[in-house]
């Protein structure tokens, strides 16, 4: 008599343990193509599993997650920062389920979350033209390491980069089209492919950092030791930060990010007449509403509306 092998299907579990989520963890981060979309994802889920995993025995489900987003609350997080979190547990809860590991009915609870509303749009932060002109001359162009700064916070500048454009951006970039410099076929969040016009003040900046630094092929920025010589194959993402603070600091200029950068040169290009569209080109936005959050066009607080309303006192 034949012996017969009869397949047990697991049974989807309610409460995960460790090895689960980790598992799960990774089936979402091999599912996200871009580097910048793993790093948000991962601190997310890594930050959601600690939590989960400091109560006794919970079940992974709805209400369970609506819990997590009442935490988050309650940490005065903004709600951008919590429902990019909120989608990161949901993820995780699809990859649970589409492995086996996970309930689907629980799986769809948790999908059913429903996001903090936004209200209002913060203001960001830009540098008029004056400070921004201030705060690429600060590094010394008499050595290399102030050459190599200011190409970098030229490139910030003039062509809206976010700050692992320029770390990662490569030489062999740099072409010339239609009588203009420009970085041919730039791969940027989301691994959408662009093309960004380089003014002529930002390629002298480059050109100057390539002839002293004698680089002519690879990644466009390199390191530089305290003898003033270049080593290494590229900058990290830290480097390209710790100089926007740094030349921010010897400029009087609180509070400056890397993206406030990319905001001032779209501002700036607003400003000077730049047609929407050409910046949202620019900036490699996929929708205009956050080529327009980030011009910060929908309040004007120079010659604001309130300004001259009747009530004024007389002078």
């Excluded at 799986?107 to 903090?116: F, H, W, Y």
């Excluded at 050109?207 to 092929?217: M, Q, V």
């Excluded at 993402?237 to 001032?264: F, M, N, S």
Aim: proline share 4%.
């Amino acid at each position: 008599m034949k012996s017969k092998h009869i397949a047990v299907r697991r049974k989807p579990k309610y409460t995960l343990g460790l090895p689960d989520l980790d598992q799960a963890k990774s089936a979402v981060l091999n599912s996200l193509p871009s580097k910048e979309s793993q790093r948000g994802y991962r601190h997310a889920i890594e930050e959601f599993i600690c939590w989960y995993c400091s109560e006794p025995r919970l079940s992974f489900n709805k209400t369970v997650v609506t819990r997590y987003r009442i935490h988050l609350e309650s940490r005065q997080l903004a709600p951008g920062t919590i429902n990019g979190r909120l989608a990161a547990v949901r993820r995780l809860a699809y990859e649970a389920a589409d492995s086996g590991l996970l309930s689907p009915e629980l799986a769809a609870g948790i999908r059913r979350v429903k996001s903090v509303k936004k209200l209002g749009v913060r203001l960001g932060n830009w540098l008029t033209a004056e400070q921004a002109r201030q705060l690429w001359q600060v590094p010394d162009p008499a050595t290399l390491k102030g050459k190599r700064d200011r190409a970098l916070l030229a490139i910030l500048l003039g062509c809206g980069l976010r700050r692992r454009e320029v770390a990662e951006l490569d030489v062999a970039r740099l072409e010339r089209r239609e009588d203009h410099w420009a970085i041919v076929d730039l791969m940027g969040k989301g691994r959408h492919v662009r093309t960004v016009p380089v003014p002529e003040w930002v390629k002298a900046a480059i050109d100057s950092w390539l002839a002293c630094a004698g680089i002519s092929d690879g990644r466009l920025f390199r390191c530089v030791c305290r003898a003033g010589k270049t080593w290494g194959d590229g900058v990290s993402e830290r480097v390209v930060w710790h100089v926007v603070k740094d030349c921010a600091k010897a400029a009087g200029i609180q509070r400056l990010a890397p993206h406030d950068l990319r905001r001032t040169c779209a501002r700036l290009c607003h400003l000077a007449g730049g047609e929407l569209e050409q910046i949202q080109f620019l900036l490699g936005h996929v929708s205009v509403q956050t080529t327009e959050v980030n011009l910060g066009c929908r309040q004007r607080l120079r010659g604001a509306v309130n300004d001259r309303i009747g009530i004024e006192p007389q002078h």
